[in-house]
C-alpha cells in the first residue's frame, strides 16, 4: 500500500471542481483504495507542495509526427504533404520508430498525460514499436496503424488487402492483452481509404467492439475534395455513416465545418468527437463549434493532434480550448473536465479513470503550485489551466505505478 499527503483537484462536471486539501490518499492494487482527511500513521510520501489531479487524457495524436512540431504551413493539406508524410516514411525505419516512440512516450508522461489515442505511421513494424515502448514505459494507451490505400504518395500507399490485415494482426495481438493496451482501427480519413477498405474495417470493428478513430471535416478544401471522391453522399459524415464507421467507440478528429444533419448523424451513431483546438489555430483550419456540438449533447473531448498541434501537453490544449474560442467563454472547470473524466467518458472509461475516487485506477498526475496554502480552488484551477504549462509536474502514476517522477 502507498500513501500520499496532497491536495486534490478533482472535475466533477463542465461546470463543477471539487477541491480537497491536505487530504490522504491511499493506493493498493493499482487503485484508489481511500480518501481522508486525517491518517493514523506517519508514514506516507509528502506531496502536499502539488495539487494531485486525475492524470490527463489526449484522445487524438500522431506519436509518428512527434518530432516535426512546430513546423508550419499555412493549410492542412500542404502540411500533409510538406511534412507529416515524408515524416511518417522514417518510421519505416525500425530504430527511427523506437527513437520516435520512447522520446513520445517520455515526454508524454512528463508532461502529465497517463491515457493517449494513438495514430502511428501506416507500417506495422512502426505500430509494434509503438504498443512494445507503451508496454515498457507503464502508460496507458489506444493504439492504431493508420491506413491509407489511395490518393497518397507512393512511399505511404498500402495494398488494401495488407493494409487491413496487418491491423488485424495487430489487433489480436495487442487489443486488451495487457491491462492498459488496446487497439482502434485508424483508416485515415476518406481521402486516402478506399470504399473496400473502410467497409471491411467498419465490419469488423462493428462485430468486434473495437475502437475506430478518423478525421472529419478539418479543412474546406479536404471537404470539397472527399465530396467529389463520393458523389452519392450529401456530406462527409454521410461518408463514413455508409461505410459503417459511425457508433459509440469511434472517435472523429476535428469536426470543425459541420451542417446540423451531420451533427445529428454524430449523435444518433453515439460517435465522439477529439477536439483538437491547438492544431485548428495553428494550421488554420478553423475554429470548432463548441457551444453547439455541447448542447445538442455530442460527447467530445480534448486532444493534442501533434503536429497538426504544436505540443504534446494537454495543459497547453486546456489553454488553447478557450484561446480558440470567439465569442463561447471555456472556464478553466470546463477546461479541466474536457481534459480529464470528459476524456474517459468519450473512451468509455469514466468507471475507471478521469477523476480521482475510490475504486478508480490511481492514474495520477502531482503538480506543484508556489505558494498553495495560500490559494482557494478558483486561483489554483486558473494557474492549471492558463501557467501549468511552467509548473513544474512531479510525478505521474498510471494505475499506481510512477512512470515519470522528477
Ligand atoms: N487528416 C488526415 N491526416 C491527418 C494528420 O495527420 N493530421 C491532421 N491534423 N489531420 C489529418
Ligand atoms: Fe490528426
Not at 159 to 175: G, H, M, R
Not at 240 to 263: A, R
Not at 318 to 337: D, G, H, L
Request: glycine letters at 4%.
Amino acid at each position: 500500500m502507498k500513501k500520499i499527503k496532497t491536495n486534490i483537484l478533482n472535475p466533477i462536471s463542465s461546470s463543477q471542481v471539487e477541491y480537497l486539501k491536505n487530504t490522504f490518499l491511499t493506493i493498493e492494487n493499482g487503485k484508489i483504495s481511500s480518501i481522508s482527511k486525517e491518517t493514523k500513521t506517519s508514514d506516507f510520501s509528502d506531496h502536499s507542495d502539488c495539487i494531485c489531479i486525475p492524470g490527463l487524457i489526449d484522445t487524438h495524436v500522431h506519436l509518428s509526427q512527434y518530432f516535426i512540431r512546430g513546423s508550419h504551413s499555412s493549410n492542412l493539406l500542404h502540411w500533409l504533404n510538406t511534412y507529416a508524410f515524408p515524416e511518417e516514411l522514417k518510421s519505416k525505419d525500425l530504430e527511427y520508430a523506437k527513437k520516435v516512440a520512447r522520446d513520445f512516450f517520455k515526454d508524454s508522461v512528463r508532461k502529465g498525460t497517463t491515457t493517449s489515442v494513438i495514430y502511428t505511421a501506416p507500417f506495422k513494424q512502426a505500430c509494434e514499436t509503438a504498443f512494445q515502448i507503451a508496454r515498457e514505459i507503464g502508460v496507458r494507451a489506444i493504439i492504431g496503424k493508420t491506413m491509407m490505400d489511395c490518393n497518397s504518395p507512393d512511399f505511404l500507399l498500402q495494398d488494401t488487402e495488407v493494409a487491413f490485415k496487418e491491423s488485424l494482426e495487430l489487433f489480436e495481438k495487442w487489443n486488451n492483452k495487457t491491462k492498459l493496451l488496446e487497439y482502434v482501427f485508424t483508416p485515415r480519413f476518406a481521402l486516402t481509404c478506399s470504399s473496400k477498405l473502410m467497409q471491411m474495417t467498419g465490419d469488423f470493428a462493428k462485430q468486434n467492439n473495437a475502437y475506430i478513430q478518423t478525421h472529419l471535416s478539418e479543412n474546406h478544401e479536404e471537404i470539397r475534395t472527399t465530396l467529389k471522391l463520393f458523389p452519392d453522399c450529401d456530406n462527409y459524415t454521410q461518408v463514413y455513416e455508409k461505410f459503417n464507421l459511425l457508433g459509440p467507440k469511434t472517435i472523429l478528429g476535428h469536426v470543425i465545418h459541420i451542417d446540423d444533419n451531420e451533427l445529428d448523424i454524430i449523435k444518433e451513431t453515439g460517435s465522439k468527437i477529439a477536439h483538437c483546438p491547438d492544431s485548428n489555430f495553428f494550421i488554420k483550419s478553423g475554429e470548432f463549434p463548441f457551444e453547439k456540438i455541447k448542447n445538442k449533447k455530442i460527447s467530445f473531448a480534448l486532444a493534442s493532434d501533434v503536429a497538426g498541434g504544436t505540443s504534446i501537453s494537454m495543459l497547453n490544449v486546456m489553454k488553447m480550448c478557450n484561446y480558440r474560442q470567439q465569442n463561447y467563454i471555456v472556464s478553466p472547470t470546463e477546461a479541466f473536465y474536457y481534459a480529464t473524466l470528459c476524456g474517459a467518458k468519450v473512451l468509455g472509461k469514466e468507471k475507471i479513470i478521469g477523476s480521482i475516487k475510490v475504486g478508480k485506477d490511481a492514474d495520477l498526475t502531482f503538480i506543484k503550485i508556489p505558494e498553495i496554502e495560500n490559494k482557494e480552488k478558483e486561483n489554483i484551477l486558473s494557474e492549471l489551466v492558463y501557467l501549468g504549462t511552467e509548473r513544474k509536474i512531479k510525478a505521474t502514476f498510471v494505475a499506481g505505478k510512477p512512470v515519470f517522477q522528477s
